[in-house]
Nanobody, 120 residues
């Protein structure tokens, strides 16, 4: 099972930007469609954005995310990114990465996640 390590979160003001990183080990992300997820306390984990193994197909969960976030993959670095612009307080939560569940089981162990907190 592969391992994941998310980073890049922090406390920012509304309208700011953050770039989340997800470094993988033990498996190559190039073999999988990958995704970013987020989970608020007491709520189910939800997908934010997904990207195919080649990067050719990208999907975003909502209209709002589509026009503010960009999912990027660097297979050579075995790393997934989420560029988050125009952050809103509603984006405050924990963010995780893993393989895209639409294509089968999760192929990586869940990492610790990275906390994003956006103040108004």
């Amino acid at each position: 099972q592969g391992q994941l390590d998310e980073s890049g979160g922090g406390l920012v003001q509304a309208g700011s930007s953050l770039r989340l990183s997800c470094a993988a080990s033990g498996r190559n992300i190039s073999d999988y469609n990958m995704a970013w997820y987020r989970q608020a306390p007491g709520k189910e984990r939800e997908i934010v954005a997904s990207i195919s193994w080649s990067g050719a197909n990208i999907n975003y969960a909502t209209y709002s995310v589509k026009h503010r976030f960009t999912i990027i993959r660097d297979n050579a670095k075995n790393t997934l990114y989420l560029q988050m612009n125009s952050l809103e307080p509603e984006d405050t939560t924990m963010y995780y990465c893993n393989s895209d569940y639409h294509n089968g089981p999760y192929y990586f162990n869940w990492g610790p996640g990275t906390q994003v907190t956006v103040s108004s």
